[in-house]
């Protein structure tokens, strides 16, 4: 197959793609949709950015197109709101005025509006496990016509503890129906997983799922750890494309992201602890170009596809290796080309040779410009001079002078 046009498909859907401008489909894309279509099992691994959404969705899609019977016919499983969202949006592209839109559960969004669409019809859901399991258990609507279940990015649904409510879920499923797996990995706790979910399952693997791809030059500079902010404020500067900036926990992101708006840098911040408003509104100022940098924790690192990442950073090394090849995974994308720049100290030279002994890859080494600053901190003022006060008029409780002020940066 060269072109989606070849696809034994309707004149309905081919004119969606054709209006969605999507030509040639990719390796995986080629190889899984006429299984899906066949109505096939299918177990498939592929790196991330190669287009594994549309290898599900336009099966889908046909499906729906051939048989109008209501309900819900279609369950999509991931493991992060952002990819939900994401997933969904391609739908939007393909669904035209014939199909209804699917009902995305995903926790911190409106259960009301959820309900509404699927009210309305929607005979698609994309769901992260916990939310689905909970409409599912308080009946708030039937898998009983459920014909196509799909678990995307199964690997991370593993990594963050998902299994037993899939298994709950699927347990209440029709055992007759079609099930298609896309994982990035395939390593054999998730292999396992997935034996029990699918039937002769047609297995498809593309390129080196464990490497970054081939487009994404991966460099690595050793910095000080104060000097961090430094080195991301001159990369800034090089770099006038948008940025992804990689960062491990929610507090330090939200302090990086202090950092850099305090120096005039339009910056989106995504972590687990803001809500999916907050989290829908930084990406899609990211993705249209009214912040210029993204920093985020790993939850960005699968199921977020903005076009024209110019580089990603890691700021922090990733606490799981795959987490790496998620990461910049993000840039160069669908053949572009793109820049992954990792952070390391020296205390971390063994860290950063063991997550390319584990991934098999080679990472160029960079030693930071001398020049870099360091951040400044506060020095701590000598109270030894100093009398106690009390905090009010009366209290048995002091503090030293100043003392509330007195804090390390």
């Known amino acids: 197959m060269v072109l989606f046009t070849e696809l034994p498909i309707s004149p309905y859907l081919q004119a969606r793609l054709a209006a969605a401008e999507f030509v040639t489909p990719t390796e995986v894309q080629e190889a899984a949709i006429p299984h899906g279509i066949a109505g096939k099992d299918v177990l498939a691994t592929a790196q991330t950015g190669t287009g ?29 709101r952002e990819l939900a969202m994401q997933i969904n949006k391609q739908y939007e592209q393909l669904r035209g005025k014939k199909l209804a839109p699917a009902a995305v559960l995903i926790g911190g969004s409106s259960e009301h509006a959820q309900l509404q669409l699927l009210r309305g019809g929607a005979r698609l859901i ?10 599912l258990d308080r009946r708030m609507f039937s898998v009983s016509k459920v014909n196509t279940l799909v678990l995307d990015e199964a690997d991370r649904m593993l990594d963050m503890g998902f299994i037993p409510a899939i298994r709950r879920i699927v347990a209440q499923l029709p055992k007759a129906r079609q099930t298609m797996c896309f994982s990035a990995t395939l390593d054999p706790a998730v292999a396992h997983l997935v034996e029990d979910y699918v039937r002769s399952p047609i297995r498809l693997a593309f390129g080196h799922t464990r490497r970054a791809n081939e487009s994404v030059e991966l460099t690595a500079y050793e910095v000080g750890a104060d000097q961090k902010l430094s080195l991301l404020s001159k990369l800034l500067e090089t770099e006038k494309g948008r940025t992804l900036v990689f960062v491990r926990t929610k507090r330090a992101t939200e302090r990086l992201a202090q950092k850099l708006t ?91 040779a063991a997550l390319e002994r584990n991934l098999k890859l080679k990472i160029r080494r960079e030693r930071a410009n001398g020049e870099l600053a360091r951040e400044e901190r506060v020095k701590p003022v000598d109270v030894s001079s100093m009398v106690p006060v009390p905090v009010r008029p009366g209290s048995k409780t002091f503090r030293m002078p100043g003392e509330v002020l007195q804090r390390h940066v």
């Open 126 to 135: 994309v769901a992260t496990p916990g939310r689905f399991e909970d409409l």
């Open 52 to 80: 594994k959404t549309l290898a599900f969705l336009i099966p889908i899609i046909e499906r729906f197109l051939l048989d109008s019977n209501k309900g819900v016919h279609a369950i999509v499983l991931v493991p992060t």
């Open 262 to 352: 305090k120096a005039g840098i339009r910056v989106s911040v995504i972590h687990g602890d803001r809500s999916q408003p907050q989290r829908t509104k930084a990406l899609t100022a990211f993705q249209e170009g009214r912040s210029r940098v993204l920093v985020a924790t790993d939850v960005a690192s699968r199921g977020i596809h903005v076009d024209d990442i110019a580089q990603v950073i890691n700021y922090d090394l990733p606490a799981v290796a795959e987490d790496f090849i998620h990461r910049v995974g993000r840039t160069g994308r669908a053949g572009a080309t793109g820049n992954a720049i990792t952070f390391f100290t020296n205390l971390e030279r063994s860290d950063l």
